[in-house]
């Protein structure tokens, strides 16, 4: 069992199910009649609640943290902007009573740090894409020192046991700690400390392999994965899920192979540190590798981005030398 006493991780577990209920109250509330019209500020609300509220939490646990987030609040200072942040401040009231429009966006700007050699980093909702559909989204948090993560949780509210997509279900909470394992309860049972151990699929066969690809293309090589697949000899069919619930599922040993390739439209396209850290340490922890496209590990130590890294492979572990083999043979 991971130390559940470690005051970090009883926040980073804390947070991260507290963001996850916001979101999914969000999303409740207000996604299904916004899409409807065509109206994307239900995920908007959601991502600044979602961030000003763990920042918040991490404020009082530890005054001195350092947090990279994704969001800035300037958007909610706009002119006209004013229906947005009056509701992100409504939302994240419901969790802290004293919430008033300028310290909300104060929470939410305390994300605009760089990495430093100790320093959290935080997605509110990696996917959102998926949210707006009512698909799949995750909260995904991770504490980073020397470059390298030490926690991470992802809360996945329509993901149940890991790997099943269920809109309106139990969700999924997964938490990794450096040394200690990968473990995933329900989002209802983080406070009863009712968590199970995870790891990845012994699949070593590359024609037995399940690539998780994401239904959104705007940041890979759609053909380009077409082609990897084929030099690997894939015969099963693909699992599509949206965000690092991904990592999710590969840990729990339900897909074997993540691929993020460079996009044709964006080729100096370069990985957010909060869109993969804190699932690289829940797939390693569960028995997985994650490097980048040339094997190299992962950077968690400069800026806001991965500068050193080209795009990421996440694979079972058994896996990941084959899948390298077949970036290099047609060329990604």
């Given at each position: 069992?991971f130390n ?17 209920e ?5 999303q409740?509330?207000?996604?299904k009649?916004?899409?409807?019209k ?7 609300v959601?991502?600044?609640a979602?961030?000003a509220?763990v ?5 009082q646990e530890f ?12 958007a909610?200072?706009e002119e ?8 992100v401040?409504?939302y994240?009231a ?5 919430s008033e429009?300028?310290t909300?966006?104060e ?8 990495a430093t ?10 996917g959102t894409k ?20 030490q ?6 509210p329509n ?7 269920e809109?309106?279900g ?12 990968t ?7 983080a406070e009863?400390n009712?968590?199970?151990r ?12 399940r690539l998780?690809r994401?239904f ?7 053909s380009k994965?077409?082609e990897i697949?084929s030099?690997?000899g ?10 690092q619930?991904k990592?999710a ?10 691929l ?8 100096n396209?370069?990985e ?5 850290a ?18 190299k ?6 800026e ?9 492979l ?7 030398e084959?899948?390298l083999?077949?970036?290099r043979?047609?060329?990604?």
């Amino acid at each position: 069992m991971f130390n559940i006493n470690n005051p970090e991780v009883k926040f980073a577990i804390n947070a991260v199910r507290q963001a996850a209920e916001l979101v999914k109250t969000v999303q409740t509330e207000t996604a299904k009649n916004a899409l409807t019209k065509g109206d994307k500020s239900p995920v908007t609300v959601a991502d600044f609640a979602s961030q000003a509220l763990v920042s918040h939490m991490l404020m009082q646990e530890f005054p001195d943290a350092v947090l990279v987030g994704e969001e800035a609040s300037d958007a909610l200072k706009e002119e006209g902007a004013e229906h947005l942040l009056e509701a992100v401040t409504n939302y994240t009231a419901r969790y802290i009573p004293e919430s008033e429009p300028d310290t909300v966006c104060e929470w939410i700007d305390r994300g605009a740090a760089d990495a430093t050699k100790r320093f959290w980093t935080l997605d509110p909702i990696d996917g959102t894409k998926g949210f707006i559909r009512g698909d799949q989204y995750a909260v995904a948090l991770a504490l980073v020192e020397d470059g390298e993560v030490q926690i991470g949780v992802l809360g996945c509210p329509n993901l149940t046991n890991g790997y099943i997509s269920e809109p309106g279900g139990t969700g999924t909470l997964v938490i990794a700690v450096r040394g200690q394992g990968t473990w995933l309860t329900g989002m209802a049972n983080a406070e009863k400390n009712d968590w199970q151990r995870i790891q990845t699929s012994p699949r070593a066969n590359p024609s037995e392999a399940r690539l998780m690809r994401s239904f959104e293309s705007g940041h890979t090589d759609v053909s380009k994965i077409d082609e990897i697949s084929s030099a690997l000899g894939v015969e099963v069919e693909p699992v599509r899920m949206d965000s690092q619930a991904k990592y999710a599922v590969l840990a729990v040993g339900k897909g074997e192979v993540i691929l993020r390739l460079l996009s044709p439209k964006m080729p100096n396209y370069q990985e957010k540190i909060w869109d993969q850290a804190a699932g690289s340490i829940v797939l390693e922890e569960a028995g997985g590798c994650i490097s980048d496209l040339d094997g190299k590990p992962l950077d968690f130590s400069v800026e806001r981005k991965l500068i050193n890294n080209r795009g990421v492979l996440a694979t079972n572990g058994l896996l990941h030398e084959a899948a390298l083999k077949a970036l290099r043979d047609v060329g990604a």
